[in-house]
């Protein structure tokens, strides 16, 4: 009876959920400090750790989140042009909050690598930040998943009106190897394990029920001020793009990355050819943005908004939110937030680039239908 009654309850949820979108009933997120909402934060509790103090989180939320950035992340606007509430971090569920989970849950951790440790270990790089690997990551939603749908039989049902978006990740475990001075030639050859390690999680995913992702590719390494500056005194000048300013060597590790994912997407879509794999071309979308900054509103394309000084306004050992560090006037100038991330408004236009279909294949905007949010700007709260 006491089960009868909960599964009625989460059937009304599960309508009221889809009334409010015509795609999805929920969401949820995997990955990395691109898409973490609060989860090292919290984890890191009591500790405040950067990204718990402004100017993170000035923009959009007016106070600090435990995101990477001024305002929103990709995976919030995804879910805002959905219709779905930004999805909540796990750390709260993990603490005993359990309270409007029914529309999504985000599971990113920044410092998360695709791979595990073990992989690391053997090849002496110290691990950083988090062990909240994608595969941790994958065992904390299937922890969940009973008090989202119930008994096992009604997880697949739950699960097909969801979206997964898995990722960005990746992005650390080619990071974490170059900052610490492996060749990029090594890095290179560590793209096959990452890329299966991402197909091995996608593969799960749909094995539990879920027919609907969202798989995105890597951003341009090479674009960003944090590579720009380690690599500043040892680069030498044909290393660059000449229109953009950016690492040429360490983008094409980018589209290598990209590249093995995308044929890796094809064969999981021809094993599960019930399922809809979208792939999201974050690199080609963010270099619109690099090679015409001032087309899109940009006044400044490389250097940080938030940073301590430098050629590119970063500093390894300053963090945005620390005592050293400082914000500029106005964020929605910049393209890079902090070094590593990017702002809310560069984050607006790649979602626009998405949902416009120019950058997702197959093109989102075929699949269903969602929120209309213009030009970018004016997304629903």
């Known amino acids: 009876m006491m089960i009868n009654s909960y599964l009625c309850v989460i059937s009304i949820l599960l309508a009221i959920a889809k ?64 219709g779905l509430p930004i999805p909540p971090p796990f750390v709260g569920i993990e603490k005993g909050n359990r309270r409007d989970i029914l529309a999504g849950v985000n599971f990113a951790v920044a410092g998360a690598k695709a791979l595990d440790s073990s992989f690391y270990e053997e090849k002496r790089i110290s691990e950083a930040v988090t062990n909240a690997t994608l595969r941790v990551q994958l065992r904390w939603f299937k922890e969940v998943l ?35 001075g492996i060749s990029k030639e090594e890095v290179k050859t560590f793209v096959p394990s990452v890329v299966g390690a991402i197909s091995s999680a996608i593969t799960d995913i ?22 720009l500056t380690y690599y500043y005194k040892t680069s030498r000048p044909d290393d660059y793009d000449e229109d953009t300013g950016c690492i ?7 589209k290598h990355h990209n590249e093995v994912l995308q044929i890796e997407l094809n064969g999981i879509r021809e094993l599960y050819p019930h399922a809809t794999i979208i792939y999201a071309d974050y690199y080609n979308s963010a270099m619109r943005l690099y090679r015409s ?18 050629p590119y306004n970063y500093n390894a050992s300053v963090g945005c939110g ?60």
């Open 19 to 82: 009334s409010a979108s015509a795609c999805y009933t929920s969401i949820f997120s995997f990955g990395d400090s691109l898409s973490d909402n609060g989860n090292l934060l919290g984890f890191s509790s009591p500790k405040v750790i950067h990204q718990g103090r402004l100017p993170n989180g000035e923009t959009y939320f007016g106070r600090p989140t435990g995101r990477c950035c001024d305002g929103r992340l990709i995976v919030d606007l995804i879910a805002q042009n959905f």
């Open 322 to 381: 620390d005592s050293l560090s400082t914000g500029c006037d106005d964020p929605s100038l910049y393209i890079c937030w902090d070094g590593l991330h990017l702002t809310e408004a560069a984050n607006k236009w790649i979602v626009q680039s998405l949902f416009e279909g120019s950058y997702s294949t197959p093109p989102i905007n075929m699949i269903c239908n969602f929120v209309s949010t213009g030009i970018g700007h004016s997304y629903q709260d």
């Open 206 to 227: 749909i094995q539990l029920g879920a027919l609907n992702l969202i798989v995105p590719g890597n951003l341009p390494f090479g674009c960003s001020a944090a590579y």
């Open 293 to 310: 900054p001032k087309e899109f509103g940009f006044a400044r394309a490389l250097s940080a908004c938030c940073g301590a000084g430098g």
């Open 248 to 254: 040429n060597w360490l983008n094409d590790l980018s």
């Open 146 to 180: 009973p008090f989202l749908c119930g008994p096992k039989a009604n997880c697949k049902e739950f699960l097909q009106s969801s979206l997964t978006v898995m990722g960005e990740i990746g992005g650390n475990d080619y990071n974490h190897a170059l900052l610490q």
